[in-house]
Structure formats: C-alpha cells, structure tokens
C-alpha cells in the first residue's frame, strides 16, 4: 500500500495514529489547485520545486565544512521537497521524531546530570589548558605581538 492510502486510515509509516495527540497532515502536493488541474504544469511545478529543493540542498552540504547553517540549511531544502513529494514528506516526519525522542531523552534527570557533569569537566580541562598556556608563554594581544 502507498502512504496516501494509509493516511485515510490513520496509519502512518506502519503504525497507527489513533490516539496519538497530534493530527496527522495529509500527504501529498501542496501546489495550488489550478497547477494540480493541468498534469504539464503539475509536472513542470514538481521539476521547479526539485530543483530550487536541490539547490538549497546542495549549499546546505556545501556548508557542512565550511562556516554555515550546514544542517539547517539541509532540513530547509528537505522542507521545500515535502511540499510536494510525499518520500521528503515521510522523511521529515521521521526527523522531527527522532528529533523530538532525543531531546526527550536529554530531558532524562540521568541524562542531564551525566551530561552537566561532562561539560563541567570539559570546562575544567580548557580553563587548566589556557592557564598553563598563559603561565608558560604569557599573554598578549594578536595585535601587540612584535615580530
């Protein structure tokens, strides 16, 4: 069976919704209903929509190594896909998911207490490092270094 048909049932990605808090959006194209009309400008709105998906995609990792919105910039272009593909629709739900189990979970009393108590002994260890840093070669200002 397709996801559209399984929308209809309240079946998504495999499980059922009922119960669940949240309605579920319908799946599909988003376009407007005078593109939906005409199957060429329906297709030729998807290959735009692809397109301009792809493009932010593609700067998205580009900027992954580089100074960027890496990640943001990559859920954005997968956003402009799912308002109109139904594959990029399933994707962004799964994301915003296991987006939302892990920030449940660093919700967790252990979770955060393990992860304060990483932090601070992080913080310690740079603190000791620029202190001896310091200590041993003193300090100054880039713009007063004397060459």
């Known amino acids: 069976m397709n996801a559209e048909s399984d929308e209809g049932r309240g079946v998504v990605g495999g499980a059922s919704t009922r119960g669940a808090t949240a309605v579920p959006q319908k799946l599909g194209s988003k376009a407007p209903h005078f593109v939906k009309r005409s199957r060429t400008l329906h297709m030729s709105w998807q290959v735009g929509i692809f397109i301009i998906g792809l493009a932010v995609v593609v700067g998205g990792i580009i900027m992954l190594p580089l100074p960027g919105p890496g990640w943001l910039v990559i859920f954005a272009g997968m956003a402009i896909w799912a308002t109109e593909f139904v594959w990029a629709q399933l994707v962004l ?55």
């Open 93 to 147: 739900r799964w994301t915003k998911r296991k987006v939302t189990e892990a920030a449940q979970k660093a919700l967790d009393p252990k979770v955060r207490r393990r992860n304060i108590i990483l932090t601070t002994i992080g913080v310690v260890i740079i603190v000791a490092a620029l202190a001896v840093y310091v200590w041993k070669f003193g300090f100054e200002m880039p713009w007063h270094i004397t060459e």
